[in-house]
DNA sequence: CCAGCCCGTTACAATTCGTCACGCAATCGA
DNA sequence: TCGATTGCGTGACGAATTGTAACGGGCTGG
């Protein structure tokens, strides 16, 4: 442990960009913002990770097109949020502004530096990973087993979750991505996506507002959009499981 | 870059456990192996993350149970492999031997310090948990795309890639693991993928060994199945996408 | 003001995949 | 040896989702 310390004390002046920041997003405090319009792409899949980015404003897709032409968007990112985590040499996504959007960056060199340089950020960083990796479960779960509903339920429910502050209670969410890259997320056609609202609607699990582009959506009966969504309270994993070794089928 | 090296100088000699590790699997060498029978669970999703884990031999399978009962195999680990990095508290997951396996385990906390510690061992580090990362976003893509043929042949190439060595190219693979397991995988039932497999073995792509209990596999046509797996070898990055700003529909 | 476009919605037909039921072969245990 | 069990394959059927096509309602721009 000291030797950590000791670290910090003969670490030359610049090399310690990120020594007086106090958690991750404390290395983009000093950054530039840069401004996007919507649609406006930030990088592509296989590009050089050259940088890392914290979303500033806005909301973000990334997403990878497929040989055959089609889109899969693998996670949204709003205000807050950090991306290019963990890659290697690569991208492993494109990423695409949504809405206009305000980003700020450093550089992998800098970011990677600022973690490894102060012991304080690795955990923060660990856990992001972690996040985005636990995120990339969950959607293979809901990619394997859940059926239209479930998906557009588990979607509205995670997208509360991120996008309100805790204790906070809206019942009007507006989203800022477009029908289509619901689809694109939850593995659906536009139209199944459409005709799911629809149902949803219909049972009053929600509502949506007739003005603008139906992106605001009003949540009117919360507890069965959590039913719904099946995810079944995250189950009980300390009992009997530990007995049956033979792995169920 | 010079401060690494004053690090390792001064490094006190209790730090240096994995000081002298080449690679990360090094870091496994002194341990004792461990033999799991078929089946038998080697930790479960959300107990708390006390180990890293080394496949010495046989094949491992990481799952989670949903609240209906349903099982969704998120991976398969082969020997070589190494499970429970980039976890936070607890495991998101549980793992299971498919058939007998031996593995190694160090404590998180030692095997953290062997990381942190040797700045040698911290790219193969990042490598891996990025190599998880894109081996769960191809999974994303799969199951939101792919049709039931183009899941199986995908799972058959990629099950080659991993378990052959550079340049060896065997007609014959030999799958540890059994229908169910690879019908939770791929999310499908194992009716489908038994159809499939009928389906691939008419159109001659594979053939399977009647002996024992149809693990055995002889890939006919590689090339076929290649295609039929729809990859398009990971397309064309550098032309023509920097053009459309517009998200493309 | 109207035409044209984009996005979302709805209806209907087509297809895929899941469900259910059963047959077959190999293995296990008495 | 026999019956029970397990894992896999197959066929018929139905449900859920997809594809196709057409429609509507706001914007935008001339």
Redo the contacts with the bound molecule.
Sequence with gaps: MYIVREQKIIASPEMRTGSEAQCLRDVFRQQASEHLTAGKSLFLEGDRAEHVFEVVEGALRIFKIISDGRRVITGFLYSGDIIGLAVGQRYLYSAEAISVATVKRVSRRRFDLAVTDNQRLQPEFFALVSDEMAAAQDQMVLLSCK???ERICSFLLKFMKHNSLPGERRRNIELPM???DIADYL?????????T??KLIQKGVVS?ENS????TIAIERPALLARLAGDGEEVCWHEGLMAGQQAG?
């Design positions: 059926n239209a509903e477009c029908r289509q593995g659906l056609t536009i139209e199944t996506v459409s005709r609202f629809t949506i603008a582009l139906r992106h089928h």
